[in-house]
C-alpha cells in the first residue's frame, strides 16, 4: 500500500488555541481525521508526526524514504528559520508538499520567507485545512 507521511512541527497540536481568522476553527486532530477518511477511500495509508522541536521533524524526515512515497508538511514556524529542516528535505528523493493554514506571502515580513519552498516540490497556502486535503489529492492522483 502507498504511504504518505504528514508531518506538523511547532505548535500545531495547540491549533485549537490559536487565532481562527488565521488558522480556522479545527484541532489537528480533526484536520488528520479528514485527512484519514479520504485517504482510506483512496487506499492511500497514511502516519501522522508532529514535534515542536527541530531535532525531531529531521530525525523522521531522514528515516523516512524506505517506506513512504511523499510527505505532506507543514513546517509551521519552522518554515522561516529552520536550514536543518530545509536541507533534510532538499535530500529527500520523494516529493514534499509544503502545507500553510494561513497564506503566509500576506503575513509579517519575517513570516514571508520559506526556507522549504525553494526545495519542496510544492506548496499550498491560505485556504485553511482545505490546504492538507488539497496536498492529499495531488498525491492520491499522482500515486495511483
Not at 514534499?96 to 519552498?117: G, P, Q
Request: charged share 25%; proline share 4%; hydrophobic share 40%.
Amino acid at each position: 500500500m502507498k504511504k504518505v507521511l504528514v508531518m506538523n512541527g511547532p505548535n500545531m497540536e495547540i491549533l485549537h488555541r490559536r487565532d481562527p481568522s488565521l488558522y480556522g476553527g479545527l484541532s489537528l486532530q480533526d484536520i488528520q481525521d479528514r485527512l484519514s477518511k479520504r485517504a482510506t477511500e483512496a487506499g492511500l495509508q497514511l502516519e501522522f508526526f508532529q514535534s515542536n522541536h527541530e531535532g525531531a521533524l529531521v530525525d523522521r524526515l531522514n528515516s523516512l524514504e524506505d517506506y513512504f512515497q511523499g510527505v505532506i508538511l507543514n513546517p509551521a514556524a519552522l518554515t522561516h528559520t529552520s536550514v536543518a529542516l530545509r536541507d533534510s528535505v532538499e535530500a529527500l528523493k520523494v516529493p514534499v508538499l509544503e502545507v500553510h493554514l494561513s497564506n503566509i506571502d500576506s503575513r509579517e515580513d519575517f513570516r514571508r520567507v520559506s526556507l522549504i519552498s525553494p526545495v519542496a516540490h510544492g506548496r499550498i497556502s491560505g485556504l485553511g485545512p482545505e490546504a492538507y486535503l488539497l496536498a492529499l489529492e495531488w498525491f492520491i492522483g499522482r500515486l495511483d
